[in-house]
């Protein structure tokens, strides 16, 4: 109880920005770590409830701009792969190496709306949101789960030609983190709620859980991180498309 006052007393003195993009700054400049390594767990579920799981080696550097991950199973999709590399003077690079066709194909810009190996996320949803490629609102704050929140509204540049019309985002004010969001299509409807869970980690707060949910499908994905190593020292080499068909032992 004595620690609860006092954190509300803390954070009753902090001056925080009143703009939408002087918050969205501050999230974008919060401490985080030079790499994280992980096994996630992915589970599908559907609108019948039946359900896929698939277990996902993920190795990214720079605050996710570089990515490369490893399916590990179900037997069907072993050794599948994923490159990402995000840049900020030309249109990111996303390859997938496909074993039972041999084959890697380049994900074109024009499909960032499609699903993820059949998941509610997509190619956009995998990608950092460049700052100066949005509009950021502030809207009135709000409490979620006793955490006092910023609240977002992030409204995507006609020019990056999104696959949403603008996502609503509570970033809870003590962290810094995103714990929630909606996505809504380009018809103003929702179409995604997420649900963001973070631990504390070496210093650094880091995400443990996703939950979105395609609220139009009926459809959902639980991701959840094990094994979360951070600042273990990765090279930038890693990231080169020639290493989507080495599957790691580790």
């Not at 599948?80 to 990111?92: M, N, R, T, W």
């Not at 499909?111 to 502030?138: H, I, P, Q, V, W």
């Not at 962290?175 to 380009?186: C, F």
Request: aromatic share 8%; with cysteine.
């Amino acid at each position: 109880m004595i620690r609860k006052i006092l954190t509300l007393i803390i954070l009753s003195s902090i001056v925080y920005p009143q703009d939408g993009i002087a918050i969205a700054k501050l999230v974008d400049e919060r401490k985080v770590p030079q790499d994280i390594v992980s096994k996630t767990t992915m589970l599908l579920t559907n609108s019948k409830g039946k359900t896929r799981t698939s277990t996902i080696l993920s190795k990214s550097m720079n605050n996710g701009s570089k990515q490369i991950l490893w399916f590990l199973n179900p037997a069907d999709d072993k050794g599948v792969a994923f490159l990402k590399i995000e840049h900020d003077d030309k249109a990111d690079e996303m390859r997938m190496w496909l074993p039972a066709f041999k084959k890697v194909r380049r994900i074109a810009s024009s499909k960032k709306g499609d699903s993820f190996m059949g998941s509610d996320l997509s190619y956009e949803d995998m990608t950092n949101r460049a700052l100066d490629e949005n509009t950021y609102k502030r809207l009135d704050d709000d409490t979620i789960d006793s955490k006092a929140c910023f609240v977002l509204e992030v409204v995507p540049n006609a020019e990056i030609k999104s696959t949403y019309s603008k996502h609503i985002t509570w970033i809870e004010k003590e962290t810094l983190m995103a714990i929630r969001e909606e996505s809504y299509d380009l018809g103003g409807n929702l179409r995604k709620k997420k649900i963001f869970l973070f631990e504390s980690l070496s210093g650094y707060n880091v995400i443990s859980n996703i939950f979105v949910e395609d609220i139009q499908k009926n459809h959902s994905t639980k991701l959840t991180m094990g094994d979360i190593k951070v600042d273990s020292g990765l090279d930038e080499s890693l990231f080169q498309e020639k290493n989507l068909k080495r599957l790691p032992r580790n």
